[in-house]
């Protein structure tokens, strides 16, 4: 089955960088666009980027646009973001997701890993 | 960018009930919207896209319904295990955008 795994989270001073991974199996990962998603503690959702299949389009939320940078790498089925810059704001779980084949919404999560942006 | 409006914020309903969000947004969206529905501490879950599309395994008392900028995701009778907060999301234009959010709480 589908399994995603989040990996890179932890604490960070404002103003530095971190790299997020996800890991990607049970699926042919090379077809489908990956999603990274944020929830900042006791709030609602926030889409931040998308990649698509081949890695050609990206499209970012403006609130991370020029700081967060996603990639991905068909030969390991892996997805990355990179953030730098962090603001205290950026504080959330940052989830993986796989699309729903040909539509841009999240039909496969991975279960989130906790970014935290504190001086 | 899209804003999309959920209401209520909070719902209070028993079991067996018939429970009825609501998503409107800012311009006409099409048929472009999804419905989420997350637990605490879990990752959200695909219920409903574009629309009316209901995902894989979503039982059938999840429906959804609308176009253009009002929609709406009824459950027809209230399950125990359906009680959590409810997102809908939009994907007809960039930013991607949520709601805010239902919170389906027991009576």
């Known amino acids: 089955q589908v399994q995603l795994v989040e990996s890179g989270g932890g604490v960070v001073q404002p103003g530095r960088s971190l790299r997020l991974s996800c890991a990607a199996s049970g699926f042919t990962f090379s077809n489908f666009g990956m999603h990274w998603f944020r929830q900042a503690p006791g709030k609602g959702l926030e889409w931040v980027a998308v990649?698509?299949?081949?890695?050609?389009?990206?499209y970012y939320a403006d609130s991370v646009k020029g700081r967060f940078t996603i990639s991905r790498d068909n030969s390991k089925n892996t997805q990355d973001l990179q953030m730098n810059s962090l603001r205290v704001e950026d504080t959330a779980v940052y989830f993986c997701a796989k699309e729903l084949h040909g539509y841009s919404y999240g039909l496969d999560w991975g279960q989130g890993t906790l970014v935290t942006v504190s001086s | 960018e899209i804003v999309l409006t959920q209401s209520p914020a909070t719902l209070s309903l028993s079991p067996g009930e018939r429970a009825t969000l609501s998503c409107r947004a800012s311009q006409s969206i099409s048929s472009y919207l999804a419905w989420y529905q997350q637990k605490p501490g879990q990752a959200p879950r695909l219920l409903i896209y574009?629309?009316?599309n209901r995902a894989t395994g979503i039982p059938a008392r999840f429906s959804g319904s609308g176009s253009g900028t009002d929609f709406t995701l009824t459950i027809s009778s209230l399950e125990p295990e359906d009680f959590a907060v409810y997102y809908c999301q939009q994907r007809n234009s960039w930013p991607i955008t949520f709601g805010q959010g239902t919170r389906l709480e027991i009576k």
């Open positions: 990649i698509s299949y081949d890695g050609r389009n990206k």
């Open positions: 574009d629309a009316s």
